[in-house]
């Protein structure tokens, strides 16, 4: 390993910021992709590896990714609800690939919810 | 590679470790992989959270869900509800004591609502063997301003920062610091003092085995500050974990040039090595723990001179205790007015307790200092155990002295602590019921001191010899009248004439019991009684007629035989030969046990 100077802590520090952000749970959006047994038989888990591929696309630090049980309304499921900070949460139905992505960008990047493919307004809690 | 999206931060203090923590993250690694999520969910070991008595716990980032007492058997079932299918598990979360709903965040629990977390900033939030993980959350940070400031800026800093020494006795560290880099003759070396031989105590240990790097940090800045080129961490060998953990730490800060020469690119040069005490608590007394690293018997030395001015080798040495020296970083970073925010006008910053006893939540809590003793017990400790009367509390170890009912509202700071006939100490906190004997508690300290004494002095020696005497004898009903007076005298006398602070506060929890406990000694000597019902020889188990069912449960579970009855008769205790163990008080479901 190599004798840091000052811009490498720095430099560290940075490139954990993910990690921090993380572990001290701040974000500026959260997504939560709708799971439970019912969700992940309609393609749950596919939408939360695409999410996360688009994390990794446009190299977001600070969007927080979680998953939670049904919602309940099992007829429109893949669901995802985003949470843009300050704003109110959103919930997304019926969704595809091209859906996840325009949400994705629209919305978890530039916070402008994308209306047409909404349910209504909105989170559930977690417990 | 699929980025991450959930860090489980498992907890892997001495505590849970002991636990089990290492088994049930092997676990937590084994079910995340069968379900093929390990890309997406990192399983992090990180140091002690403080909260003792639930481990062994983990925390689940960023929604900050916290369960445990967790086994290894409810991991596969935890995986596949929380990580797989996104339901959070409810019968493994907190629910506090007489309450029906779980607690699921970490941040909502009273337990650690209410503290303030500056030395323990890094507890369960980082791989404590990862450099990478404190310098994320600003590690080294400090050390990078101070090597811009000037010595004379950095201890400014410090005192400024109101900083006092947490080993126990509050001395001003800046003004340690003035006064060992005023000292002409070199070289000057540091010591952090992580020798913790209070009963019970914690605190440093912790710190060292979730936060390492922050006394390597600190230990830097000092050196920088003093002008010393070697330093010395001298931890007891009973703390394997930390041990380990600081060694490792030493080697990554000097694999990247943190330690040894140019440090960070400047000519700051210094070297940091680990000496382990073993099964002595007079060692951490600074003039004996400096004997004890040159290789000599652990004996304390006559002060003046001081460390500062003539310590190891005869040369100047700056000690100080790991809580202090893990404060230095953030003062240096923060600046010290943002610590003489925090705490009272003398007693500046938080403090670290570990609350131990017959409380709900028993383990490690920072506060600030001015906080009063009820809110530490009722509010973050949740209240004494069993919904028991409380009786008294117990602060700063052997050196301390007990407090009753009355002293609830006192705010805790080194000045207020002394005035009431005790002191702050390293930081224990035990917790007493009533069916705590006060007199007990003071022939527990003193039985521990006696035993420590390094046996220098005559009337450390031998006064606290016969202080334990008379306190075993008044424990076992031999008490007469007149002993408390002795007592009194003997400890006054040992106090006095001690040279260090083994003896000059071994008065302490003698003192204090019979300060504000003096009917339990004279129930004791007076009329054979003990008042909690705990000294063995005062007190006689009996069955009550009344209560008596007849179920012979207790019969069963007597280990000597001494109960004995008929089925659905009242039962009979022979007092010859029961050993009062408890054991059929412990089995009785109808109130039946008398213990007077």
Known sequence: MAKLKIQDLKRIRDESKRTVLLREGTARAKVTIHMGTCGIAAGAREIMDQVLRLVEKHNVQDVMITSSGCAGMCSHEPMMTVEYRYTAPVKYIDLNKEKVTKIFEEHVLNGEPVPEYALGVGSESMY | MKPERTHILVCTGTGCVSAGAFDIMEALKTEIK?????????????????????????????????????????????????????????????????????IPAMKDIEFFKHQRLVVLRNRGRINPERIEDYIAFDGYMGLAKALEMSPEEIIRQVKVSGLRGRGGAGFPTGTKWQVCREQPRTPKYLICNADEGDPGAFMDRSVLEADPHAIVEGMIIGAKAIGAEQGFIYVRTEYPLAVQRIKKAIKQAEENGLLG???????????????????????????????????????????????????????????????????????????????????????????????????????????????????????????????????????????????PESMLDMPIDYESLKSVGSMMGSGGLIVMDEKTCMVDVARYFTDFLAHESCGKCFTCRKGLERMLEILTNICEGKGKEGDVELLEELAIMVRETSMCALGQTAANPVLSTIRYFRDEYDAHIREAICPAGFCKALITYSILEDKCVGCGACARACPVGAISGEKKQVHNIDTGKCIECGACAEVCKFDAINIA
Not at chain 2, 70 to 82: A, C, G, M
Not at chain 2, 349 to 378: A, D, H
């Open chain 2, 261 to 403: 020469e140019g440090i960070l690119g400047s000519d700051l040069k210094f070297t940091l090595s680990v000496v382990r005490g073993a099964g002595a608590f007079v060692c951490g007394e600074e003039s004996a723990l400096m004997q004890s690293i040159m290789g000599h018997v652990g004996r304390p030395k006559q002060r003046p001179p001081f460390p500062a001015q003539k310590g190891l080798w005869g040369k100047p040495t700056n000690i100080n205790n790991v809580e202090t020296w893990a404060n230095i970083p953030q003062i240096i970073l923060k600046g010290g007015e943002w610590l003489a925010g925090l705490g009272t006008e003398n007693s500046k910053g938080t403090k670290i307790f570990s609350l131990v006893g017959k409380v709900n939540n028993t383990g490690l809590v920072e506060v600030p200092m001015g906080i009063k003793i009820r809110e530490i017990v009722y509010g973050i400790g949740g209240g004494v155990l069993g919904g028991r009367k409380f009786k008294a509390v117990q602060t700063g170890g052997p050196s301390g002295g007990c407090l």
């Open chain 2, 34 to 102: 069968k379900h093929n999520l390990q890309e997406e969910i990192a399983v992090v070991p990180t140091g002690c959270n403080g909260f003792c008595e639930n481990g062994p716990l983990v925390l689940f980032e960023p929604e900050g869900i916290f369960y445990r007492r967790l086994s290894v058997q409810d991991i596969p079932f935890l995986v596949e509800e929380h990580c797989l299918k996104g339901r959070p598990v409810p019968s493994l979360m907190y629910t506090p004591p007489k309450e029906k709903s779980p």
